[in-house]
Every structure is written in C-alpha cells, then in structure tokens.
Nanobody
Framework: QVQLVESGGGLVQPGDSLTLSCAAL??????????IGWFRQAPGKEREGVSC?????????????YYADSVKGRFTISRDDARNTIHLQMNDLKPGDTGVYYC??????????????????????WGQGTQVTVSS
C-alpha cells in the first residue's frame, strides 16, 4: 500500500500563494498509477475534497483533473513524474482556505466510477496532513 507524505503548508496572508506537495514514502510506489486527491479539513467542519488528478499516460486514467467550485481558477493540481510527486499550487489564498490539507491515493477506476463526485471514491491511503493558515 502506498504511503504518502505532504509538505509545503504554512502561515500566509490573504492573496498569497503556496504550493503543497505529496510524495510517496515507500520506494517502488509509482504515483503515476494512482488517482491522487487533495482534501482539507477546517476546525469544526467536515473534510472536503479540494482537487484530484487521475493517473497519467500509460495507465487506466487520462490525467484529467477535478476541482471544487471554491478553488476553481485559483488552485492547480499537477504531476511531477520525475520526482514521483503531486503538487497543488494555491494562488490568491483566502481565509476560507485555512485547514489541514491531506493527500490521498485511490485506484483510478474508483475515481472514474465516482465521476463528478470524485471525493467519494475509495481513497485508501492518506498522508498525515499539512497545516495551511491564511490570516492577516
């Protein structure tokens, strides 16, 4: 089972940018074969899906991306296959983006079946999370 670790969180001001990264801890786990989702949880709120990227070329996926409406146009998810890492570029951050951000891995078929409700796919492997705080 793939083991994930997030990095890149921090304290920023509204309007600033951050890039989160999700990497595999265990060598031999190629993230290119997984759908990788980013989720966040704010204090007192339920966890929500932020973005997802399907597995890439040569797999059952097609690399398509999904975004929550609240982050469309501000966040970009991407793969760095050379570094076996998934990035979440977050621009124009708002206080409402504050929370613990988690990355998680799912079999691409699970995300395909979930369709537009990608966050309901079977994400079986989770990182420990990284804190993002947006405050003036």
């Amino acid at each position: 089972q793939v083991q994930l670790v997030e990095s890149g969180g921090g304290l920023v001001q509204p309007g600033d940018s951050l890039t989160l990264s999700c990497a595999a801890l265990n060598s031999g786990s190629n993230l290119a074969y997984y759908a990788i989702g980013w989720f966040r949880q704010a204090p007192g709120k339920e966890r929500e899906g932020v973005s997802c990227i399907m597995s890439g070329e040569g797999t059952t996926g097609d690399g398509r991306t999904y975004y929550a409406d609240s982050v469309k146009g501000r966040f970009t998810i991407s793969r760095d296959d050379a570094r076996n890492t998934i990035h979440l570029q977050m621009n124009d951050l708002k206080p409402g983006d504050t929370g613990v951000y988690y990355c998680a891995a799912a079999h691409p078929n699970s995300v395909l079946w979930a369709g537009d409700n990608w966050w309901q796919a079977d994400f079986g492997s989770w990182g420990q999370g990284t804190q993002v705080t947006v405050s003036s």
